[in-house]
DNA sequence: ACTTTATTATATCACTCTGATATATTATAT
DNA sequence: ATATAATATATCAGAGTGATATAATAAAGT
């Protein structure tokens, strides 16, 4: 068997949130924690229809002037209930395939200038999602929703994770775009 | 489709160090570079086999006393070369699925003793990887292997991304411990 | 008026990758 | 003599990715 389906689970507590649709649920994913977790519609449809099968959603068909109907599903107790004992279970396995790396480590078959390029590019994209992430920070900072009394503010540290990790990048990015730059000049 | 099959460009990496069978594959992974990179055997094995039909490695059956016989693969010429155009192309998109803060974003539907235990577990994890990599990271320092000269140290580079990544996963663990915690304590 | 393009919405498919299990051989420990 | 560990390959169900197909309506260009 593979991984447990954890895309129920992502799909389950966004539903927590309120109900959606898969392409709703695509959207907010997109805009809330997609710089540490993605899903796709080739996914949300049929993990939604299984869902429904065990009764932690439920489906109602939402008609709309101007837009295509859709279909709009709710978490149930139910669902909730395997929700929060999923929060208490262990973490799996959490697996990194980083490309960038894969490339440096067989870098020696190529020219220094080919990797060079490699990790400035990763860093102009990690700056990128640093703004981003700042702008969303200020965002949430911004707007006075009443958050839970006594609740941690879970969302800033999520966000805070992400800041941490792509100043660290950048910063990576820098000292090994030294040392390339430095075996370059050399081999001249 | 999916993304491109990277599996492939692992092993012919690999297999360019030298000739190695499915197992010793999967055994100099885990051993060099499974802090950024994991394959498994229900993949090396169908790809090896793929690479084989298109001529970027051959197969030799070495035949060992005391130990079962093995299948031996070697990257050809033009194995390299497809290697090569590999790392020159561009990086595909990295997808990250961070299950610890998949569990975070959603910590408000539980206790905030179950999310201080799941980040007190990823921090212990991320210690002992850490001291992992200092192991190998020693490993490669003593040993005197004639690295080529004024080629950049990649292997040492990709290990500094580890040591920069688990440092900052222990800073922010760290930092939400002492939030989470705080929360905590204000909710007596 | 007509065509193109963009957005909303769902479904499906080929392919990549994961983790488990099955099978077989030999070495080592009990 | 038996159990266990290590070596070695193969296979399978299921998770997840990204592309494409389909269809409805809105907006923009010609």
Redesign the interface.
Known sequence: MAHIN?TQ??LL?ML?YMPMSGYDLKKFIDQS?S????ENYGHIYPVLKKLEQEKFVTKRVEHNQGKPSKNIYSITQEG?SV??D???A???K?????????????????E?G??IE?VA??KKTAEKTLRELLDIENHINTQHHDL?K??????L??L??GK??YN?VI??CD??LG??QA?KN??Q
Chains 1, 2 share one sequence.
Do not use: D
Request: aromatic share 20%.
């Open positions: 954890t689970y992502a507590g927590s924690i710089f540490f977790w993605s909730l929700l929060t999923w929060l208490a262990p973490v799996q959490e697996i990194y395939r980083l490309e960038i790396l894969l490339k440096l480590f067989f870098g020696y078959l190529t220094t080919t990797m490699k590019v990763h839970p006594n609740k941690p503010p879970y969302q540290l999520c805070n994770y941490h990790f660290m910063k990576w000292e090994t040392i390339l075996a050399n081999q």
